[in-house]
């Protein structure tokens, strides 16, 4: 029951991200047509998860790139064809995962498949950017949007330093059984 449970939220916040994935690609005419040139292309995307119970429900994400160079979610197992890039995402420690990310560290990836594919999907990560400003603007205005998205930033900026920290923490800490450093 909480599996399949987890397993429908999951499927409904994946379309969610795809449905923002494809809104942030419309914004950039440029990166639609670097995607354009990979149309009909099969992207699996992948979670190593040894032994992160909470984690192992979830699915691989199998995304086609279509002729408008968006993304589309394939879930039928009948077209599941061999993908032309494979792409392992080590979550193995979901917050570590996490912490790191807000820190500034990308996961640790492996890439396997198209090197073209995998050479313009690496574009577009460096590239593309949300301007959220502009979308919250279409909401409340100009000047609520400003506000909002100084917020944000501030936020934002707390958050990667307190994961910064919390990182530098974990690094430093002595393995198990090893002698804690002398205080000064």
Known sequence: ?????????YAALAQRALLLANHV?????????????????????????????????????????????LLERKVDPITLAAPDLRIDVDATNPALVTTQWLAGVPPKIEVQGDANLAADLAWVVENLRWDVQDDLARIVGVAGAHEIARFGSALTTG??????ALVDRVARKPPAGAAAPAPR
């Open 1 to 9: 029951m909480v599996r399949l449970f987890a397993l429908s939220l």
């Open 25 to 69: 690609l419309t914004a950039e005419p440029v990166v639609a047509q670097r995607l354009r040139a990979h149309a009909g292309s099969c992207i699996l995307l992948q979670f190593a998860q040894e032994g992160g119970a909470w984690l192992s429900a979830l699915p691989a994400v199998r995304l086609t790139i279509t002729r408008a160079g």
């Open 159 to 164: 958050l990667q330093r307190a994961a910064g």
